[in-house]
């Protein structure tokens, strides 16, 4: 048995909005591209950007659609996957993507520019006023609050 191990974290900002799509199932389906800056050895930050594409499915997808835009500096974890498929000529053809399952804000909604008036309450299920604007999205669950033993 071979042991594999398939993770990967990303920081960058987004080079557009999210674009949001369904699936024939009916998940919500959400795509955008990261723009990550690669360090260089010499120091020099001329041509080190990587542009990433980022994939989201079900409630994550929902929470990009709703909070990010582009500009957003956000860390992405997730798994590094590549599809391949034959084109309708028959010619094969790939993609290297990222498939999310944890978004974290990078910036609080004043270092985004994000302004009151389009801020959002939580009973809305998006911004509150009242935080400090860096929020956290993805797989993890906060259990700290339970009072019940985690095993």
Known sequence: MSISYNKIILVGRLTRDPEMKF?????QISTFSLAVDRNTRSGREDDST???RIVTFGKLAEFCGNYLAKGRLVLVEGSLR???WKTQEGEPRST???LANT???MET???AGITHENSRTEDDGKFNDNDDGITFFGNDSDDSKS???PF
């Open 109 to 111: 909604k004043a270092q």
């Open 50 to 52: 990587d542009f990433v």
């Open 23 to 27: 699936s024939p199932s009916g998940t």
């Open 103 to 105: 978004i974290r804000f």
């Open 82 to 84: 590549i599809r391949r």
């Open 147 to 149: 009072d019940e033993v």
């Open 96 to 98: 290297t993507e990222v």
